[in-house]
């Protein structure tokens, strides 16, 4: 089975920093595209960012010029640079992937890592 491990979240006060991992593991082909999500209190789930395998990023306007996403294709690695940390920012982080397995492609997710932005 495919298993993608989340770490790095934790207790910061705001204008901090914060970087989240998300590593894959298993019978793994290729990764196409991967994300990070979060989840807030009393809020649907919703894209924070994501990279396409082929290069190219995306964020919600809400992030965009505050956090950084990047991958290490060699350690199946996705990471998430979080800087100027605000309240809003404040969620569960879930890691998404794309990954191309022998059962073809699977959409698999992280368990979550919690980010609380508090002073």
Same mark, same amino acid.
């Given at each position: 089975? &495919?298993?993608?491990? /989340? @770490? #790095? *979240? *934790?207790?910061?006060?705001?204008? #901090?920093?914060?970087?989240? @991992?998300?590593a894959? @593991? #298993?019978? !793994?082909?290729? !990764?196409?595209?991967? *994300? ?7 809020? /649907?789930? /919703?894209?924070? =960012? =994501?990279?396409?395998s082929?290069?190219?990023? +995306?964020? =919600? %306007? ?20 979080? +800087?100027?940390?605000?309240? %809003?920012d404040?969620? &569960? ?5 794309? &990954? ?6 699977? =959409?698999?997710?992280?368990? *979550?890592?919690?980010?609380?932005? @508090?002073?």
């Open positions: 089975q &495919v298993h993608l491990v /989340e @770490s #790095g *979240g *934790g207790l910061v006060q705001p204008g #901090g920093s914060l970087r989240l @991992s998300c894959a @593991s #298993g019978p !793994i082909f290729r !990764i196409n595209a991967m *994300g990070w999500y979060r989840q807030a209190p009393g809020k /649907e789930r /919703e894209l924070v =960012a =994501a990279i396409p082929g290069g190219g990023t +995306n964020y =919600a %306007d809400s992030v965009k010029g505050r956090f950084t996403i990047s991958r290490d294709n060699a350690k199946n690695t996705v990471y998430l640079q979080m +800087n100027s940390l605000k309240f %809003d404040t969620a &569960v982080y879930y890691c998404n992937a794309y &990954v191309v397995t022998n059962q073809g492609t699977l =959409a698999i997710w992280g368990q *979550g890592t919690l980010v609380t932005v @508090s002073s």
